[in-house]
């Protein structure tokens, strides 16, 4: 919110002034307030490996976060290069290798991925898109420089959270809304919605039927996947829903089977279809995958897509957009060093207390180590570790995370965020002005996941 | 629709009418816990309790003796009674929250918070003086349920399964009660028309919440073994009859027929009930015996819930 200088920083003006003019009893009726709803409406995540908490709450902070327009255009314009160069560098990998081939990036570091799908070779998706919804997360380390953090092109979730942050400052504090002209987020489940239709196969006739394909009630994002399907007006499914025969999907109605065209799918490739993937998997639809291969069918996001979003693959994004998009990244990456390269493992083992070092395949938080809040103890336990497995991490320097205002327990105080921009490719790419802010509520931390006690908050885009 | 959303509508609604219903004959077993021991027959009250609910095995394997603070505990708050009232609420706000793309917000409101709350409730607080404000607050709760459902949701496919669910459970409840209140504790023959039998069919009444509608209905304040029978059997002006359930299923099942353009067995074996409801007589009836009567009730109501199932594809 603060300039270098000290002084409120332009979009913030009117916020500020309202910041101070709450009195505490007002902040923490809003609180109270607030609670309550989510707690109402049942915005829950489940907390895996915690019984008693099975559902729990994730903080909502009521001190908006905020972007102008000028910023917010360059920041969506190098987003959107980033998604472009993702789906080509996907079409790529799964037909001709060109990239490969051109020696930009190493071929190990493909085929020895996990999440590299070989079923998918050659197979041709709707518009050669392969990452249809995008989740990729920001940071900002002075006034004019982003960093991507991590892209997310599985199955992000966390736009209802976006959602709903609005809907309760709307309800909270009408009037700041009718001060100044924030853009509108609550259409990102017609534009979903819209995104879905034009990917629908060639096959389909008159409206596209869509289903939104859920691992159940027990996922930890369950909220969400009901949250959309309701928004979007589509079938909220699990796996039993759905079977295929003669070559084509359908869902189990009240009534006569119905055939599916779009399957925007909340669980993960390995659990698709038992038939293809794992045989154990009771989540997923048996035969699904040909359907798909057979283009009856469309899946979003396409099986294989998290190849892309790999820690290992995210050193070699800068390359990617100048490989395919022949321009200059708009954003920035943050410096990494592969620990499996053996000059950047002797750098970061030299530096443990300074980095932050995260696990290749990891996500949600777990499993890394952020050095300059770690004890010796903990260190020396995670160098152990790295050195055990070199090709299993990454590391990165600590950044200068930007700071908000944040409601705490001693009053308004400075918290580290990071941004969370949600972006749909299909006939068109779209993004919704803001996206999802978590903020990390405790002192001083950098981890802004919700599994490790990271709040959110409502995210503005102001209109010139 | 899905056959999914059906079956979890249709299991949401009975499972909060078995909840509501469980708190009536809770309510019932703690008057009669709390009469002079003069009256003869009273301690054998949680046992019937434990009947009606059709928990009476499952309690017994798990603590052997019947013990009134250990059956209350058992009907209300134990998990691993599927028909508690904190199971029961529990698996219908489960059905609820796998369809919730299904419920309208004040229907899925309702039925969240009713758990949110009931998961702070600890049962160590509900002592005995304190019970009977808690079965009011779970009948609360479940009205409240139902009133949101009357009042805010589309007359659809939507809305037939929930009201399936909700008078096939209150069926096969008053059945159960008439049935193990007259048949299990029929009073010796010198008891009839004594103060004990009176107490008997008051129990029967208010475990349907009835016995001042009796009164009104019949305007007798005499409990009539005759009467009561009929009331809550052929009655449709009253709403836990059978007949005023089975109202409710027609009703529902032509919507369904409507909608879909289709009537099936289902149909048939609703239409079939109904009818020897309708034009049932309470002379034939105890002349055939009233046990076989509802026995033979309760099969044709779990057939016509299966029937439903298979028809739309429930999993």
């Given amino acids: 919110m603060f300039a270098p200088n000290g002084s409120v920083r332009a979009p913030y003006a009117r916020v500020e002034k309202w910041l101070e003019s709450l009195g505490s009893e007002v902040i923490e009726r809003a609180l109270r307030e607030s609670e309550a709803r989510f707690r109402r409406q049942g915005i829950t995540f489940a907390v895996y490996g915690d019984d008693k908490a099975s559902e729990r709450l994730i903080p909502f902070d009521i001190v908006p976060r905020i972007f102008s327009a000028t910023e917010w255009r360059r920041l969506s314009a ?80 966390g736009v209802s959270y976006m959602l709903e942050d609005r809907e309760a400052m709307m309800f909270l ?17 017609a534009m979903l919605r819209k995104t879905l239709d034009s ?34 007006g589509v079938e909220l499914c699990e796996g039993d829903d759905l079977f295929v025969s003669d070559g084509w999907l359908y869902m189990r109605t009240t009534q006569k089977p119905r055939r ?25 639809v048996p035969g699904i995958f040909d359907v798909y291969r057979a283009g009856h069918v469309t899946l979003v996001n396409a099986p294989g897509t998290g190849v892309a979003d ?92 930007s700071a908000v205002p944040t409601f705490t327990n001693s009053g308004i105080a400075a918290r580290h965020v990071d941004l969370r921009p949600f972006v749909l490719s299909g006939d068109q790419i779209r993004i919704t002005p803001g996206g999802l802010t978590r903020v990390a509520l405790k002192e001083g931390s950098l981890v802004v996941n919700s599994s490790q006690g990271g709040g959110t908050k409502d995210t503005w885009v102001l209109e010139d | 629709m899905l056959g999914r959303t059906a079956s979890s509508l249709y299991w949401m609604s009975r499972y909060v009418e078995r909840a509501e219903n469980m708190a009536r004959l809770l309510e019932v077993g703690y008057r009669i816990s709390l009469m002079p021991g003069a009256i003869e027959g009273h301690r054998d009250e949680w046992r019937s309790t434990l009947t009606s609910a059709a928990c009476e095995q499952s309690y017994t394997e798990k603590h052997g003796d019947i013990d009134g603070a250990k059956v209350i505990h058992f009907l209300l708050f134990d ?22 793309t299904a419920l309208t917000r004040d229907v899925w409101e309702s039925l969240n918070s009713t758990w949110n709350e009931l998961a702070h409730i600890q049962p160590e607080n509900i002592t005995s003086d304190r019970l009977p404000e808690f079965l ?61 039998d009176m107490q008997q069919w008051a129990q029967i009444l208010r475990s349907v919440s009835a016995h001042r509608a009796y009164r009104w209905f019949y305007k007798d304040s005499r409990y009539k073994p005759w009467l009561v029978s009929e009331f809550l059997i052929l009655k449709e002006q009253m709403p836990r009859s059978l007949l005023f359930t089975y109202n409710w299923i027609n009703l529902a099942l032509d919507g369904l027929g409507e ?40 099969a044709a109501n779990n057939r016509l819930s299966q029937s439903i199932a298979t028809t739309y594809n429930f999993p």
């Fill in chain 1, 199 to 232: 990917v629908a196969p060639s096959t389909t006739k008159n409206e596209p039927t869509v289903v939104l394909l859920t691992p159940g009630i027990h996922n930890s994002a369950f909220f969400e996947h009901a949250f959309l399907a309701d928004e979007m």
């Fill in chain 2, 259 to 298: 909608l879909y353009g289709n009537r099936y067995a289902c149909h048939e074996l609703a239409r079939e009930t109904h009818r020897r409801l309708k034009n049932g007589d309470m002379e034939e009836i105890f002349q055939e015996g009233l046990h076989e009567f509802l026995q033979e009730f309760m």
């Fill in chain 1, 78 to 157: 190098g987003i959107e290069q980033r998604v472009r160069a993702m789906n080509a560098f996907l079409h790529d990998l799964y037909h001709r290798q060109e990239i490969l081939r051109a020696g930009r990036i190493p071929y190990d570091v493909i085929v020895q991925n996990e999440a590299f799908v070989p079923e998918m070779v050659g197979v041709n998706p709707v518009k050669g898109i392969y990452a249809h919804v995008m989740g990729i997360d920001i940071v900002r380390v002075n006034e004019n420089e982003f960093y991507v953090l991590e892209d997310n092109c599985r199955t992000p979730s």
């Fill in chain 1, 310 to 401: 790999d820690k290992s693959i995210y050193t070699y994004m800068p390359e990617i957009i100048r490989f395919y998009t022949g321009e200059k990244p708009l954003l920035n990456n943050v410096p990494t060093w592969r620990c499996s390269s053996e000059n950047d493992l002797k750098y970061v083992l030299e530096h443990l207390a300074e980095l932050v070092v995260k696990e290749v395949h990891g996500s949600g938080g777990y499993g890394m180590l952020v050095g300059p809040t770690s004890s010796k103890a903990e260190i020396e336990q995670f160098r152990a570790k790295v050195m055990a497995r070199p090709t299993n991490y990454i590391a990165q320097p600590t950044l200068a995370l």
């Fill in chain 1, 260 to 284: 599916v065209d779009v399957v925007y799918r909340r669980i993960d490739d390995a659990y698709l279809d038992p038939l293809a993937f794992r045989p154990d998997s009771n989540l997923g």
């Fill in chain 2, 136 to 196: 009011e607050w779970i009948k609360q709760h479940a009205m409240g349920f139902r009133g949101a459902l009357l009042g805010t949701m589309l007359r659809t496919d939507n809305y037939y399964f929930s009201q399936l669910g909700n008078f096939i459970e209150r069926a096969d409840n008053t059945a159960r009660i008439l049935d193990v209140k007259y048949f299990i504790l029929l009073p010796r023959a010198s008891d009839v028309g004594s103060d004990l």
């Fill in chain 1, 173 to 189: 504090f009408p009037e700041l809304f009718a001060q100044q002209r924030v853009a509108p987020v609550e259409n990102y489940p």
């Fill in chain 2, 79 to 100: 998990e691993s009674n599927s028909s508690s009232v904190k199971s029961c609420l529990k698996t219908a706000r489960n059905n609820g929250r796998g369809v919730r």
